[in-house]
Each structure stands twice: as C-alpha cells, then as structure tokens.
C-alpha cells in the first residue's frame, strides 16, 4: 500500500513518498483512545519525517487523541463531518471516475447495472451515490448484515461472493481488497471495472488475464 500511494504522489507531481501505520489490537480490552494516544506519541517521535493522515476505519475522535501527543497528525478539528466523510470522499472519487468512463463507452449510469464487491467503507457511499443516480445494483459482502442493508436501503440484489462477478452487469466494483482472484476475472461480463479496492487483485499474476 506505501508503494501505491508512493506512485499516487509521484503522478500528483507532489514530493512525498507514502507509508502506512497498521495498528495492531493490544491484548486485553480495548481502550481505544489510549491506543490512539500511543500512536501520536509513535509519530511524535518521528519528528516530522511521517505525517498522520486518516485512513479506513478512523474516526475525528480518533485523529484528535492522536493529535494530543503529536503536531504532526492532520487537524481534523474543524471538520464536523469528518467522520463520515472519509470513505464518501473516496467513493465520490471512484462515482465520478465510472460516471466518466461509461460515457466514453457511450452509455450512462442511470438504466447501468452496477456490482458492487463488498460494502464495508467506501462500498457503502458508492452505493447511495450510484443508487440515487438510477444505477441497479447487485452486492455481495462478507458481513451478511451489510449486504442486508444495502438491500434494504437501495434495493440492491445481494449474491454470494463466489456469484457476484459472473453476475450480468455494466461495471463491476471492486471494494475490498483480492476482490478479484482468478476465477472472477475469468467470469467478469462487465465492460469497466471500477472500484475503491486499493488492492483489488488477488493475485498480482492476474492483471493480465484482466
């Protein structure tokens, strides 16, 4: 992931390279803040070398107790819709990049079928933007309760993994990383592919196949 994001500065023609924190799960109960506060203290000490910036599954609670122990984490304390607007902004940026590669195809969102491959984070926004452009969609996700309310909120046709990608549909989005293992891209009907997944090959050997 540092590597893409590296590759995402360098095309954005922007001085950076890219890293990524993973915060392991201590022991015990979870005391979150703490943990968080730890992590500030880690990026602290980096003295300026590495910036904290939010990432999946980070809250503005969670950016600020970080921020009590380090300048170096983004101030999120002006954005009272921070917290929501993480993976909506993420999905707004794969919405319109669909929007635009359909209408290079000569076709449009709204009549399209659109499978979506997996609606925790991004998966779920991209979903409410496509529904309310007309777009039908058929979802799959680990978590059953997930793919029930995306069914309950949009309509959408939920499938089991295995299914989703040999599904007929207009694009296929894939949202959660090695949504696309070698059987799927085998299957794959859709004209696009296009989704939020920063690693949605399973396989690195299978971009080709795709």
């Known amino acids: 992931r540092a590597r893409r994001t590296t590759r995402k500065l360098l095309l954005a023609q922007l001085p950076f390279a890219g890293a990524h924190a993973v915060l392991r799960r201590p022991p015990g109960a979870l005391d979150r803040p703490a943990l968080l506060a730890a992590f500030g ?4 000490r980096a003295q300026g070398r590495y910036v904290a910036l939010a990432g999946g599954g980070t809250s503005a609670q969670d950016m600020l107790a970080a ?6 984490v983004a101030d999120v304390s002006g954005d009272d819709t921070f917290s929501i607007e993480v993976d909506d902004r993420v999905a707004f940026g794969v919405f319109i990049a669909m929007e635009e590669a359909l209408h290079r195809l000569g076709r449009r969102l709204h009549g399209s079928t659109v499978a979506v491959s997996g609606v925790e984070g991004a998966g779920m926004p991209l979903c409410e ?3 309310d452009a007309g777009a039908a969609l058929l979802v799959c996700d680990a978590d059953p309760f997930l793919a029930h309310e995306a069914w309950r909120r949009f309509g959408a046709r939920v ?3 295995r299914d989703l990608a040999s599904q ?10 090695g949504a696309l293992d070698a059987q799927a891209v085998a299957r794959i009907s859709a004209a696009l592919v296009c989704g939020s997944a920063d690693a949605p090959l399973a396989d690195a050997r299978d971009a080709d196949a795709l």
Do not use: E, I, N, Y
């Open 41 to 44: 203290r880690a990026v602290s």
């Open 67 to 72: 921020r009590g122990h380090s300048p170096f």
């Open 129 to 131: 933007r496509l529904h």
């Open 159 to 161: 499938f089991d993994a």
């Open 168 to 177: 007929r549909c207009d694009v296929f989005a894939p949202c959660t990383p």
